[in-house]
């Protein structure tokens, strides 16, 4: 099993630049997130899903979409890139216990 | 609401110390607890998790027992290692709940 897996692993946009991030799961697990992890700070909640074809905000859904066509994959979109959308993209599967499974993070460069 | 709080880092000890990181818990009901570990350049991993009140997780030395009384969920470990150097997050859930909310995390360097 490769576990929960993130494409790409990292990327530099300019301003304004759009992209989509990737993550894929192989563990058959109903629930998905979508983290951003800031120097100096925790992790916080953009977007999450609880099933496909289900999404839902978390605490910092603003400049981010997210799509879940498919139960394996949760995708994370920015449509406008924002310097301040500069941080360390993490991924997570579970299933309804919560016991998070990470990505290895995704590492992107607004400039 | 629901909270997590850890002890303010960083944490800097020497081999062989013991290690205690604080965390303490605001929860509406009776949450399942969890310490997540994150190694430099890593995704987070679950270190140990405690479903109800006196139980005790463990693992790779590392223990944390399921204070209700206090509402803690303290991270011990007798004598730390070089590659215990890492950050900690303690978390918690409700049941039914959808998602988990992770403390601030905690820098552990450890010095040989």
Known sequence: NAGVTQTPKFRVLKTGQSMTLLCAQDMNHEYMYWYRQDPGMGLRLIHYSVGEGTTAKGEVPDGYNVSRLKKQNFLLGLESAAPSQTSVYFCASSTINLEQFFGPGTRLTVL | ?112
């Not at chain 2, 062989?16 to 997540?36: D, H, K, M």
């Not at chain 2, 679950?46 to 969920?73: C, I, V």
């Not at chain 2, 978390?91 to 360097?109: D, E, H, W």
């Open chain 2, 1 to 112: 609401g629901n909270s997590v709080t850890q002890m303010e880092g960083p944490v800097t000890l020497s081999e062989e110390a013991f290690l205690t990181i604080n965390c303490t818990y605001t929860a509406t009901g009776y949450p399942s607890l969890f310490w997540y570990v994150q190694y430099p350049g890593e995704g987070l991993q679950l270190l140990l998790k405690a479903t109800k009140a006196d139980d005790k997780g463990s693992n790779k030395g590392f223990e944390a027992t399921y204070r209700k009384e206090t509402t803690s969920f303290h991270l011990e470990k007798g004598s730390v290692q070089v590659s215990d150097s890492a950050v900690y997050f303690c978390a918690l859930t409700l049941q039914g709940a959808q998602k988990l909310v992770f403390g601030q995390g905690t820098r552990l360097t450890i010095n040989p």
